[in-house]
Each structure stands twice: as C-alpha cells, then as structure tokens.
C-alpha cells in the first residue's frame, strides 16, 4: 500500500509542477521587474528634477541680473518692471521645490513659466529658456 501511495505522490508533484514553476516564475519576474522600475523611476525624476532645477535657476539668476541692470534707474517703465522682476523673485523663493511630491509643484512651475514670459516681454527679450541654454553650452570656463 505503502507503494501506491508513494506513485500517486510522485504523480501529484509531476502534474502539479507546472503550475509549482508557473508561480515561482512570476514571483522571481515580479521582483526583478520592481526592482528595474524602482531604478528607472528614479533615473527619470532624477534627470527631470536636474531639468526643473536648472530652469528656476536661471529664472532667479536672469531675475537678480536685470534687477541690477534695473535698479539705478527710477522712470515709471523701470519701476514696472522692477515690480514685475521682484514678482518672479518671491514666485520661485515660496515654490515648493524641496517636496517633488508636492501637488502645488506643477502649478507654481506654471506660474513661474508664466511671469518669466510677461517679464521677458516688459524687457523685450526672447522668453525660450531652450535658447539660452544653447548660447551657454558653448561657454567654456
């Protein structure tokens, strides 16, 4: 009897180690399968957060600039825009940059965006961040 039970056994661990490897298979592919996303997702929001850091700082460096441009002048044109530049300023000091899971972070980065482009028209100058970056990878210090 001992026999039988031990051929239905070895019966059972044939007919069911498909599904046995089935599981196991998806267990080890769903791991490494995290894993890889784990990395790929912060290879993305590492190379996007480098791309919105270099945009709001230039926005606050091309801010301070013409701030200083603008300062000894005191004509009405000179003071708007004065007004308009110190507007930018306080935009990107009170965005929530440090928290990249804040909801406000597309909406201040819209606004930024915003106030740049109305700033770059008071001033008359191109409002393509593209552009400057273009002009500056050709710098070398």
């Avoid at 089935?22 to 790929?40: A, I, S, V």
């Avoid at 190379?47 to 000894?72: Q, T």
């Amino acid at each position: 009897m001992t026999g039988r039970h031990g051929a239905e056994d070895l019966f059972d661990s044939i007919l069911f180690a498909d599904e046995r490897f089935r599981g196991e298979g998806y267990q080890e592919g769903f791991e490494k399968g995290t894993h890889q996303g784990l990395q790929n997702g912060r290879r993305h929001g590492a190379s996007h957060g480098a791309k919105l850091s270099s945009e709001v700082s230039f926005y606050y460096g091309f801010a301070v600039s013409w701030k200083c441009f603008l300062g000894g002048q005191s004509d009405d044109r000179s003071r708007k825009r004065l007004r308009a530049l110190e507007a930018l300023l306080n935009l990107i000091q009170k965005s929530p940059l440090d928290d990249p899971q804040s909801m406000k972070l597309q909406e201040n980065t819209e606004k930024l965006r915003a106030k740049f482009r109305q700033v770059c028209s008071m001033l008359s100058v191109p409002t393509d961040f593209k552009d400057y970056l273009k002009t500056a990878e050709g710098t070398s210090f």
